[in-house]
C-alpha cells in the first residue's frame, strides 16, 4: 500500500531522491547504529559496507508518532483499537502520550488486522510524513511497552486475556481519550 514507509536493504541502488535517509542495522535493538545520512553520505557508507544486506535505508519521517495498540480476541475480531501519540519518548517506551480517536489510524490498523491471523495484544507504529500522511514502520505481536496510556484510557489487554483464558467471551471496549504522563507511576492528567 501507498501508506508503507520507503525503504529498502543497501545491497541494491538507491531507489528514490531524497535529501537525508535514515539507516539503521536489519537487526537491531532501539536506536543502536541508527543515523541520519545525506544522499552522499549514504552513497560512501554502501560503497564501503561487506555486508549490504544487513542494512536499512528509510525515507525520513517528521511528524507525529503514534502507537496503536490492539487486542484481538480468539475468533478475529478486535476488541479495541487504541492510537496513542508518542508525546515524549524513553528508551523506545512512551513516557507521555495521548490517547487519541484518529480515524484514518484505526482504518488503516483495522485493513492490517483483516490480513493478518493475530490473536491477543499487537502494537502497530505509525509515524507521519512531512506532508502530515501516516506511514506504518512496524507490526509487532505483543504487548507495546506504553500499553500503560492503553489500560488508563479503559482497555486493559490482561484483563481480556483472563477473561478469554476463563472460556469467556469478551465484548469490544469504549475507550477514552486521555493524556498520561509517567516516570515511575503513571497519572492521567
Known amino acids: 500500500p501507498d ?29 543502536a547504529g541508527c543515523t541520519l545520512m545525506t544522499r552522499d553520505e549514504l ?5 564501503n559496507l561487506e555486508k549490504k544486506s544487513e542494512w536499512i535505508g528509510m525515507e525520513v519521517l517528521t511528524g507525529t508518532e503514534w502507537t496503536v495498540d490492539v487486542y484481538v480476541r480468539r475468533d478475529g475480531v478486535p476488541l479495541y483499537i487504541v492510537p496513542r501519540e508518542r508525546i515524549e519518548v524513553v528508551a523506545g517506551i512512551s513516557r507521555k502520550g495521548r490517547s487519541v480517536k484518529h480515524g484514518e489510524i484505526i482504518k488503516r490498523t483495522q485493513a492490517i488486522l483483516s490480513a493478518l491471523p493475530f490473536r491477543g495484544p499487537v502494537c502497530i507504529q505509525w509515524k507521519a510524513d512531512q506532508s502530515g500522511e501516516p506511514k506504518l514502520l512496524e507490526v509487532n505481536a505483543r504487548m507495546s511497552g506504553g500499553v500503560m496510556i ?11 486475556l483472563q477473561l478469554e483464558l476463563a472460556g469467556e467471551k469478551p465484548e469490544p471496549i469504549e475507550w477514552e481519550e486521555k493524556l498520561v504522563a509517567g516516570y515511575t507511576e503513571y497519572k492521567i492528567l
Open 43 to 47: 552513497l560512501a557508507f554502501q560503497k
Open 150 to 160: 492503553t489500560v488508563l484510557s479503559g482497555a486493559n489487554p490482561m484483563h481480556l
Open 3 to 31: 501508506y508503507m514507509v520507503r525503504w529498502q536493504t543497501l545491497d541494491t541502488p538507491l531507489s528514490w531522491e531524497s535529501e537525508k535517509y535514515f539507516v539503521k542495522p536489519t537487526n537491531g535493538r532501539g536506536s
